[in-house]
C-alpha cells in the first residue's frame, strides 16, 4: 500500500508509558521506519528491538521528524534543537501547548493546520476527551456561560507516568479511587479553557476535577453542560454527527455509553450524550472515552505527523 | 462490658453481599446474637457459622428486632410479616425509604426518630455519602438552588448485587469504567431529593449520575455545590466541624481528601472539601467516601439497631 | 504489499471471547477479509463492524476457510458441514484435539503438516504454553520420568468463557486467587499427554494444576522439570535457542523471566529457564507464558490459517 | 469480659503495610493498648490515633510486651533493645527465625514453648503456610523423600513492602503476574526447610517457587507432596482434622478448595487437600492460604502475644 520509502522517525524519551507506546505502535507502522529511540534513565536498554541512546547525542540528522515525549520543562530544549536541525517535531510534552510558536494538534479540529506545520504540539491527555465532546456544543452556541460547565475525569494510573512514587504503589492503587487536584487547580485548565475558548468561541467557567481510577490506561470524562435550549436526544445526537462526520477516530455510542474497554488499545474517542430529565432548566450530560496513551498521547501524535507527512491519517493505527 | 443477655437478632436475606456482610459484623457483636438467618437460592447453606433457612420459615417469635436485606419489592412483605409478629425491624431495601410507616435511618441526621423507631428504613447507598455531604451546607441555606447541584458516584461492583449478569463479571468490569443511569434517571434520585427537602430544607435541581469501578467495595463521591456566598477553606471546614462534633462515624479530612481505602470495611463516611477557584461565582467541591456494603448497608442498620436498642451505638462496628 | 485479493474467511461462534478476538485480530489482517461471522445468542448484533447472524444460516460457500470458535462439543458437527463443503477449516475448539482427522496445529512443532491440512484442530491454551516450554527438553530425552513433572498454570478470568456464572462475578474474582480441577483431572491434560508423547516421545507423569488469576488475558505456567542429567543457565538456554532459531512467535527470556505483561495482545509464547539450586537431584524451572486468547487460540488459529493458506505466517498478528 | 487493665504494648516499625496492620488489629483488641507506635520516616505522622515517633526514643519502659515490625537487619537491635530493658517481644522480622535466642512462634505447632518465650520470633508469611500445610504429613513419616516437594506460592503485593519500586506500581502490577526468587533462591527457603526438619522431622528436598499476583493481600500455596503410601480423600482430610482438631484458626475446607477471599483480613489458614489421579506414584495436593499481614504477620504476632500473656488466645482477632 506504501511505496514509498518508510520516513525516518526520532524518539526522545521512551522509557515512560507514553514513549514506549510511541514505539509500540510505530513498530507496525507501514510507512515510518524508528532511526533512533532516547531514554536518559534506561540508556542501553533495548524495546522494541530498539536500544535507547541519551537524547544529547540523538543523531537528529538521521530523522525526518522527531517526536518528544519527554518530560515537561525538559522537552522543550530538545525540540529546539530538533527545529534548529531544520526538523518537523512533535512534542507530546505541555511546552508548547499553549505558545503560538507551535499548532495545537487536536487532529479533527485542526488539521489543516496541523498538515502545514513544523511544529505541533500535542495536546494533553484530558483536554484531548473534554474538548472533542464540548467543541461542537461550544461551536453552535450552545452552552449556558451563565452556569458552571462541570467536568469529572477519571484516568488509568499510567496517566501519572512510570516514576516510582509510594502513592503510585499496586497495594495503593488497588481498591482505591480518590480524585485530586481538587478545586479546579489542575494545570490541564489552562490548556482546556484557551482552546476551548479559541476553538469553540466559549469562554464561560469550567469545573475540572481528575481522579485516579485503578486501571492501567484509558480516560473516562462525565461533562455536565449547562445548556442554552432543550437538546432532545436525536437532536443532540445529529449535532455530534455531523460534526464528526467522516472522521476515523471518533466513534459515536447509540443506545450505549461509551466505557473505557470500547476504547483502550485504540486511537479513539468515544462520545456518546443523554439529555438530563429532572431538572427545570436544559442540560445535557456528555461522555467521553479515550485511551489516555493513544488518543490521549502517542497515537494522536503519530495521527499528527501522519497528517504533517501527507500519509493516510491513520496508518499504523488502530481506530 | 455488657452483662445483659445478647440481644436476638434475625436476618432475612443473607446470602447477597450486603447480607453476608451482616452475618459478618454480627459474628463479632457483643450484644446481639443472630438466632435465624434466611436465603432462598442459598437455603440450606452455612454462611459464618448459620444454617440459612427460608424466609417464610423464619422464626420470627425467637427474635427481638429484624434486620431486612431481602431484595427491593420482596422486603417489604416479610418485614409487615415481622411487624404483625410485634418486632421491631430495620428494612435495608428501599421499599419504605419513602414511606411515612418508617423513620428514615440516616443515623447522624435522624437518631432520636430512630432510637423511638419500630420500623427503620435504611438509607441507600449512594444517598448515604451524598446526604452526609450535604445535609451541614443545606441546613446554613448555603446551596445556591438557581443552579445545579452535580453528583458523579463511582461505586465498587458489590453495589450491583451478587446475581449472575454478564455486565458483571470480571472481564467485563476489570480495566473498565463507565457510567450509567446517566440522565437523571437513577433510582436513588427520589429519595435523595425527599430526604434533602426534609432534612436540610434545600428544594433545588441535583444531577446525579453513578458510574461502575473495577473494585469490589466502596462509593466515592465527587459533589459539586454552588454557593448563596463565598466560604474560604477554614469556614467550611468549621461548618462541617460543627455539624458532625462528637459523632463516632463521620471522619472530617483535613489536608489530604476521602478515598476509598480510607473507609473500606469500616462503618464510616469520610467527608473533605475545597473551594472551587478559577471560577466567577462560589462553588464548594465535597468529596464523601464510604464502604457501600458496611455505612451504605449493613454496618449502619446495625448502627440503627445499636441505637433502637440502646446498645453503644458503634457496638460490633469498626468506625 | 499483498496485491492478492484477500483470502474470504468465515468465523463461526464469534461473541466469544475467543470469537471477538478472532475478529478484532482479522479485521486488520492485511491479505484476509470476513465474509460471515455468526454467534447464536448475539445475532444481529454489530462486532468490528460485521452483523452477526446464526451458524445454520451460514453461507459456507462464499468462504475458502472457516474457523469455528463455537462450544466445545457444539463445534464439531458445523465443522464437518464445513467439510462438507468443500472448506478447509480451523476448528478452536476440542473437538479435533485428539483426532486423527485433523492436523494439531501447534504451529512451531507441526508446521509442515499444517500447511497440508484440511482440517486443523487448534491446540488449547495451557496445552500451548506447556508443550512449547517442555518439547524442545522432551526431544532430547533430558526429563527423568522417574519423577513427575508438575506443572502450575493460572489463567486469566477470560479463558472461563463469557457466560454469566457467579464464580466470574467482578466481586468474586478480584482480589482472589484460587485452584480449580486439582487432583489432576483437568480435560487439557489428556491432549497434553497425548501431544508430548507424539511430539515429544515423553510419556512420564504430569501433574497439572490450573488457577484462576484476576486478570483479563494470560496464562504464566511455572514448569518443574525433573532432569536425567545436570544443565547450567548457559546451556538450558542454547538448547531453546537452537530449538526456537527463526521462529517469529517464540521468545526466550535471558537475565529476566516471562511476565504475563510480555505476552498479552501479542501472539507469541515468552519462555525462560532457571536450574534448580538446594535440591539433590537435577531440575530445571521452566516459566512459559501466552496470551491466553492470542497465542492461546484466535492468534494461532490465524498463524495456522496463514500457514495454510500460504500467507506471511504473522500476516495480521503482532508477535 | 477482661476485668484487667489492659496490657500496654509497644510497636516498633509502624508505618509499613504489617506495621499499619498491627496497630488495625491492636485498636480492637479488649486486653492490650498500644503505649507506643515508632516509624522512622514517618515519624510525627498519626495513624490509627498514635503519633509515630522514632525507634530511638522509644519509651520502652512504658510497655510490658514490645510488637516489632521493622526490616530485616535493623529490627534485631532494637529488640534487643527492648530484651536489655527487660520486655518481653515479638520479633516480626526474620531476625530471629534460624536463631536460639528466640522460640519461633508458629502458634499451633510451638504454642507451649511460646507461652514460656521472653522472644518469640514471628514465622515469615510463605512459611507459614507451607508450614502449617506440611508438618501433620511430615509427622506422620508420609511424605517420600526421594522425590522433591514442589511448592508454587502466591503473594499479593503488600508481601513485598511499601517503598516505592518501579517493578511494584500499579501500572505494572496490574493485569500481571510473575514469578521471582526461581531456582529455589528465596530467602525464606532456609527457615522452611529448618522449621520442617525440627518439627516435623522431614529434611527431604523442597522447591519452593514464589509468584507475584495483582492483589493486595493473600498468600495461595499449591504443594505438590510426593506420598510414601497412597491416601484417599477421606483419610488425607481425616489426618489435617486430627491434627488441627480444636485450632481456632485453622480451617479445613471439605468440598471446596481455600481461595484468597475466604482468608483476608482474618487471622486463619484454610487448608484443602485433593489426591492426584493419573499418575503412577502416590501424590497428594495440598493448597492453603492465608492473609499475608495477618496469620502470616501481624495477627500471628498477636496471636502469639496473647499466648505469651495468658489473654484469650484469639482475643483481637477475627479467625
Known amino acids: 500500500m506504501n511505496i514509498h520509502a518508510p520516513v525516518p522517525v ?4 521512551a522509557s515512560g508509558y507514553v514513549g514506549q507506546e510511541l514505539l509500540r505502535l510505530l513498530a ?20 522494541e528491538g530498539h536500544r535507547l541512546g541519551r537524547a544529547d547525542d ?15 520543562g525538559v522537552s522543550g530544549r530538545y525540540v529546539h534543537d530538533a527545529r534548529a536541525a531544520g526538523k518537523r517535531a512533535v512534542d507530546l510534552s505541555a511546552d508548547f501547548r499553549l505558545s503560538p510558536e507551535a499548532v495545537y494538534g487536536l487532529t479533527e479540529v485542526t488539521r489543516p493546520r496541523v498538515a502545514a506545520a513544523e511544529l505541533v504540539a500535542n495536546p494533553g491527555c484530558y483536554p484531548t476527551a473534554a474538548l472533542l465532546a464540548l467543541i461542537p456544543l461550544a461551536q453552535q452556541g450552545l452552552i449556558d456561560a451563565s452556569r458552571e460547565v462541570v467536568i469529572d475525569a477519571a484516568s488509568g494510573v499510567t496517566g501519572a507516568g512510570r516514576a516510582p512514587r509510594r ?3 499496586f497495594g495503593e492503587v488497588t481498591e482505591d479511587f480518590r480524585a485530586y487536584a481538587v478545586g479546579n487547580e489542575h494545570r490541564h485548565l489552562a490548556e482546556l479553557r484557551a ?3 479559541r476553538e469553540g468561541g466559549f469562554s464561560g467557567d469550567l469545573v475540572f476535577t481528575p481522579h485516579l481510577l485503578p486501571v492501567k490506561r484509558g480516560i473516562l470524562e462525565t ?3 449547562p445548556l442554552t435550549r432543550v437538546l432532545d436526544q436525536a437532536t443532540a445526537e445529529g449535532l455530534y454527527q455531523a460534526a464528526y462526520h467522516g472522521e476515523p477516530c471518533v466513534v459515536l455510542t447509540r443506545g450505549t455509553l461509551p466505557s473505557l474497554k470500547d476504547v483502550v488499545y485504540r486511537n479513539r474517542v468515544a462520545i456518546g450524550v443523554v439529555p438530563v430529565a429532572n431538572v427545570r432548566r436544559p442540560r445535557l450530560t456528555v461522555i467521553a472515552a479515550i485511551d489516555n496513551l493513544v488518543k490521549g498521547a502517542a497515537g494522536q501524535a503519530i495521527q499528527n505527523m501522519n497528517v504533517m507527512l501527507g500519509l493516510p491519517e491513520t496508518a499504523g493505527l488502530a481506530c
Open 28 to 47: 507496525h507502522h507501514p510507512g515510518a521506519a524508528i532511526v533512533f529511540a532516547t531514554a536518559e534513565s534506561a540508556a542501553g536498554e533495548v524495546i
Open 167 to 169: 502513592e503510585l504503589l
Open 195 to 197: 482552546t476551548l475558548a
Open 10 to 13: 526520532g524518539v526522545l524519551g
Open 58 to 72: 540523538a543523531p537528529l540528522h538521521a530523522a525526518e521528524i522527531v517526536l518528544s515525549a519527554l518530560p515537561h
Open 223 to 225: 461533562i455536565h453542560v
